[in-house]
């Protein structure tokens, strides 16, 4: 999120997929508003400053999916997927499909709802108070990211990497008209 000052929400179906990407949330909990694990209790996680925990039953339409919802004065994100595979598989063969958003209304939404969900107290800004210069910035921050990662798939897989890049072009080009 690039130091952005962000509520953040999180779905790791399971929270025995949230223990890797511990020492990632940490640092992101020093420079966020908070953030909001949701899983299925299947380990014991340790307690951390700024996260709290939301425990979802095995039979929640959450556990089928993996989401992050950044929202803040200058960022605005959501992506949001749906498994289409087995939770069991290995990592490397599971399936998810989903949107990846920066509108946002859209992502006040999503945040007001989950919000609402934790029963958190209400967030202090709309959509119309996000600085469209410093969404743009960390937009691009986040795609610079994305691009770099697809730059690592395997010639093997350059449909893929079609595919993704195709994406992303498609969801910049209105902010790129917005600037121009």
């Keep these: 999120m690039d130091g952005a000052r962000t509520r953040i929400f999180a779905g790791f179906q399971y929270f025995s997929k949230f223990v890797p990407q511990i020492p990632r949330y940490q640092r992101l909990a020093a420079k966020t508003e908070s953030i909001y694990i949701f899983g299925v209790p299947d380990v014991e996680l340790p307690p ?44 490397d063969q599971r399936l998810f499909r989903g949107v990846w958003t920066f509108n946002p209304h859209l992502v006040s939404i999503l945040a007001d709802w989950l919000t609402s969900a934790v029963d958190a107290r209400p967030i202090p800004w709309t959509a119309e108070d996000i600085s469209p210069l410093n969404q743009t910035q ?3 921050n ?39």
């Excluded at 095995?58 to 200058?74: A, N, P, Q």
């Excluded at 770099?148 to 595919?163: H, K, T």
């Design 48 to 91: 951390l400053d700024n996260i709290t925990y939301v425990q979802l039953s095995t039979h929640d339409r959450l556990t089928k999916e993996w989401f992050l919802v950044s929202y803040g004065r200058d960022y605005a994100s959501a992506l949001a997927t749906e498994e289409t595979s087995r939770f069991n598989n290995p990592d």
């Design 138 to 140: 960390f937009m691009l």
């Design 142 to 180: 986040s795609m610079a990211r994305l691009l770099n990662q697809i730059n690592r798939i395997p010639p093997s897989d350059a449909a893929l990497r079609d595919e993704i890049e195709a994406t992303i072009r498609t969801e910049l080009r209105p902010v790129i008209e917005r600037m121009n």
